[in-house]
């Protein structure tokens, strides 16, 4: 009997602790499963963005963006050139800088596959005078300042037009417009298109020529009020929108979806508005 008690009692010992093993077994798996779901990694967005308005909107997106397991990195430049080439060369993963009109521009004469993933806001364009307060005020002869950029050149030449001081050719199209599709010019009008589009502000504020076309972009970014301090500006309906490019294919990406849909929400298009009161304007 004794025996008999000692094997049921060594049995009923294996069996717990067989179970105890299995139970422990299943807590290290569950455990093992809980530490994947926990170290779950966001994905990195690397943008490249002029510092101004761009790059502010961007910080504007940032916190929200990490909220959906994207933590988005800002690259900044000053000029128009390099944020293509490192998007090409994969060192961005996309840029917001450029409008419609320019993007298309530097594919043509670049080669770059790139695309359209969306537009985000609008930046009128400025003409800005340090001697005269209206356009009225333009002398016969008068020199006007535009960029060394020709994919700038079918929107300012617009503006002219649209404000009455010059008329373009019939059936051009306006967005490629260039000095030569001048049709009537008044005044006489004297047209220098020798300077690079962030010089522009330095010349203004130089003093040189009797009225210089700015890229919102770059008079924010000097310290310049669009709304205050150009003679006049661009309509708000200009179809030059500011966009998200990136590498064809990538559109589809579900961060770069992410990208666009915080910064066309409600929160990012009131901050636009407020910051700076009409001078960026959000497409929706």
Known sequence: ??????????????????????????????????EKTDSKENVTLKVGASNTPHAVILEKAKPILAEQGI???????????????DLESKDLDANYFQHIPYLELQIKDNGYDFVNAGGVHIEPIGIYSKKYKSLEELPEGATILLSNSVSDHGRMLSLLEAKGLITLKEGIDKTAAELKDIEENPKNFEFDANTAPEMLVQMYENDEGDAVLINSNFAID????????????????????NIIAVRAGDETKEEIK???????SKEIQDFILEEWKGAVVPVK
Do not use: R
């Open 222 to 241: 000097n310290g310049l009020n669009p709304i205050e301090d150009a003679i006049s500006l661009e309509d708000k309906e200009s179809p030059y929108v």
């Open 71 to 85: 933590d988005l990195e800002v690259e900044t430049y000053t000029d128009y050139v390099l944020p293509n080439q």
């Open 1 to 34: 009997m004794k025996k008999l008690l000692a094997g049921l009692f060594l049995s009923i010992l294996v069996l717990a602790l067989a179970a105890c093993g299995t139970d422990k077994k299943e807590d290290a798996n569950s455990a093992s499963d809980g």
């Open 258 to 264: 992410k990208l666009l849909e915080v910064l066309t």
